[in-house]
């Protein structure tokens, strides 16, 4: 039995540790996040049940990362401790209840915590002597890093703010230490990865590899090429007095210049701490850059000193981690699946594998440029990554575990459902159906129609709208409507997991003709994202649906009324204006509306607090860049404007504001400082 225990403990060591080797030395990881802390677990369970083949020099016991060859070491002056993990909503309130116990406060006194998104970079600390740069290291072991001054001063911030600064603004201490994150924005890193394609050079498995990547190359030039951002979340000053709150920390460090991220929360007692959680959980995906989890600190630095630091972890802090989005699993198959208008996507068909929450059993590969440039084949053992999307994406393989059984895909030259010629023209990335019949295409436009997103005709899934159309009960979303109770129980559909044919029975036609009922009046934006026009995704339907109000007023509407629809281009506005002009589309609206299809009227956006409210920004802001506070203000119902007339309601006013500001005062309207916007923006009411 032990010497079972042993073996599988030197294995599980083994590749723990060449797995570190690859993630930090050489930035390429060979396991997913959740592999390896499944692997981390079992040694930490093995050793904890065999204390005699525990040894000092586990993985277990030490921070990996340590530096590597080539760089000179740097000591930090104050470690750099990592925080301790916590997965669930139980485990945040035992953290809550530790530090309440520590502090000796009654369970009913809300301790402050600032909240900041888990950033997934490479930490990173500067020292400024004399409010001038004079030293950059990376995180290292959190004892000794590695220094990388010249590299540092490459990097950019944030959105409109500056990144690592060669000189603070304003008063400087005497030493100033700041540590926060290299990161790497999703959209700098996928346009990096397209150029390493393009050099036939091995991909990077995410932004924060490429950040590492990046940032530690022995020649600063290679750095500068790169765009990578600071976001900085952490300032010490010795000897002298220091803040009494981290959020003040954070204050002072936008008043120095630096990027703080714009989506930090104060927040107050545990419950809206898990409530900004859940919120962020979703907002995360719209983010420009990755994060994995939620950083919670105690807001007291007093009661930060109080709490102190356990062996390994500060116990004033903890890492709130989302499920894993990133996991690896094997390609058993490659298809090419036909979308409503023709398009032909590869999909990966992969061992079952929890993600995100979820079991996964397909993941896309976009089309076949992005096939070729991966060169993922049948057999590769992949890592996929869910970002928001209902389908997750196959990021890359990982050929180091190829066995050589692997065999390429080849892209259909007919459409694997209607037999008819597949084309690629010329400028297009996709391969598409000429079938004009295609009953893929029909199921496709299904499918979009009843989703959760568009009409949510709960019960309509891939399976029953290929039998609606299979049996020829369905031409369009119109005949959904019309088709008798009798005809759907009667219909066989194909259960997915055997493949054998079933009823679709009683109790699912209810479900589904109930669905049917609800969606008659569905919002517009739901409808006009249904119909499936061209160009017209959730935002754009919404944003058409607030500015026309009614199905009529949509399909009256000129292409220059379109034009002056906010984000509307000529291009969009063109399409849509053709989309209303084909008589078949005209038909299926006109049957939508007999059938009974009344779509609701738009609502104000809720917990509008700015709703209708319109507000000019000017000055420059120190915490969000300007399109960052516009966004703020919109997604709380409000309008941005760019002069200021009797009819603004409220002016932000920044640093060094102009004649917008006299303006306002001059007109009496309300005007606010930064921090008082800021205020406003966290309970929503102006
Ligand atoms: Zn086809």
């Known amino acids: 039995m032990a010497e079972g225990a042993a073996k599988r403990i030197d294995d599980l060591r083994a590749r723990i540790r060449e797995a570190d080797r690859a993630y930090y030395l050489l930035d390429s990881p060979v396991l997913s996040d959740a592999e390896y802390d499944r692997l981390m677990r079992e040694l930490l ?43 669930s909503d139980g485990e945040l309130d ?94 700098h890193f996928e346009a990096m990865n397209r150029v390493l394609a393009r050099q036939e050079k091995p991909l990077f498995a995410n932004p924060r590899n490429a950040a590492a990547g990046s940032l530690r190359q022995l020649d600063w030039r290679v750095t500068a090429t790169r ?14 007095p220091g803040w009494t ?40 995906f719209a983010l420009p850059y990755d994060t994995d989890g939620l950083v919670v600190k105690v807001n007291g630095l007093d009661e930060q000193r109080r709490l102190g630091a356990a062996s390994k972890f500060p116990r004033w802090a903890a890492a709130f981690k989302y499920p894993p989005q990133e996991e690896t699993t094997r390609v058993e198959r490659i298809w090419a699946s036909v979308g409503r208008t023709g398009v032909l996507t590869p999909v990966a068909e992969v061992t079952p594998v929890r993600l995100g929450g979820a079991t996964v059993s397909r993941a896309t590969l976009h089309n076949e440029d992005e096939l070729r440039r991966k060169d993922v084949r049948i057999g590769d053992v992949v890592l996929i990554r869910r970002a928001g999307e209902v389908i997750p994406e196959v990021v890359k393989p990982i050929p180091e575990r190829r066995t050589g059984a692997e065999r390429e895909f080849v892209f259909p030259s007919r459409c694997p459902v209607c037999g008819a010629r597949v084309v690629r023209e010329e400028g297009e990335k996709v391969h598409r159906c000429t079938g004009a019949a295609c009953p893929a295409q029909l199921v496709g436009r299904l499918t979009h129609f009843a989703q959760r997103r568009a009409l949510d005709v709960d019960g309509l899934g891939e399976a029953v709208a290929a039998a609606l159309v299979a049996n020829g009960h369905v031409h369009d979303f119109a005949d959904l409507y019309a088709l008798p109770a009798a005809t759907w129980e009667e219909m066989e559909i194909a259960e997915t997991k055997t493949g054998s044919a079933v009823k679709l029975g009683v109790p699912r036609t209810r479900r589904i003709r109930e669905a049917l009922e609800r969606s008659k009046v569905a919002t517009l934006r739901r409808l006009l994202f249904g119909l499936g026009i061209p160009q017209v995704g959730e935002a754009t339907a919404a944003t058409l649906a607030r500015h026309f109000g009614t199905l009529e007023r949509f399909l009256s509407a000129s292409e220059d009324d379109l ?25 299926v609206v006109d049957r939508l509306v007999e059938a009974g299809l009344r779509p609701a009227a738009e609502q104000a956006p809720r917990g509008g607090a700015f709703a209708g409210k319109t507000v000019v920004l000017t000055g420059g802001l120190v915490k969000l860049s300007r399109d960052e506070a516009k966004a703020e203000v919109e997604r709380r119902g409000g ?37 008082e916007f800021l205020r406003m923006l966290g309970e929503g009411a102006p």
């Open 45 to 87: 369970a093995l050793e904890e049940a065999h204390p005699a083949l525990a040894t000092k020099d586990s993985p277990t016991r030490r921070v990996s990362g340590e530096a590597a060859e080539g760089f000179t070491k740097v000591a930090h002056r104050e470690p750099m401790l990592s925080l301790a993990n916590v997965v």
């Open 94 to 187: 035992e953290f809550d209840a530790r530090v309440h116990r520590l502090l000796d406060l009654p369970p009913d006194a809300p301790v402050e915590y600032v909240c900041e998104p888990k950033l997934d970079g490479l930490a990173v600390e500067l020292v400024y002597l004399e409010g001038a740069l004079a030293e950059g290291s990376t995180r290292g072991d959190g004892a000794v890093g590695e220094e990388v001054t010249a590299n540092l001063r490459t990097v950019g911030g944030l959105g409109a703010n500056a990144g690592v600064l060669a000189r603070l603004r304003g008063r400087s201490p005497a030493r100033l230490e700041v540590r926060g994150e290299v990161l790497l924005q999703k959209e």
């Open 227 to 240: 765009p990578l951002s600071f976001v900085a979340y952490e300032a010490l000053r010795p000897g002298e």
């Open 245 to 284: 709150t981290h959020w003040a920390k954070l204050e002072a460090l936008a008043a120095w210049g630096f990027a703080v991220n714009p989506e930090n929360r104060l927040c107050r007692g545990m419950a809206e701490v898990k409530r900004w959680k859940d919120e962020m959980a979703e907002r995360r």
């Open 563 to 587: 034009l002056g629809v906010r984000d509307v281009g000529p291009e969009t506005a063109g399409e849509i204006r053709a989309w209303i002009d084909e008589p078949q589309n005209r038909r």
């Open 639 to 675: 309008k941005v404007s760019g002069s200021v007339s009797r009819k603004t309601d409220l002016v932000v006013e920044g640093e060094d504001a102009g004649s917008k500001a006299e303006k306002a005062r001059e007109l009496g309207v309300k005007i606010v400082g930064e921090e």
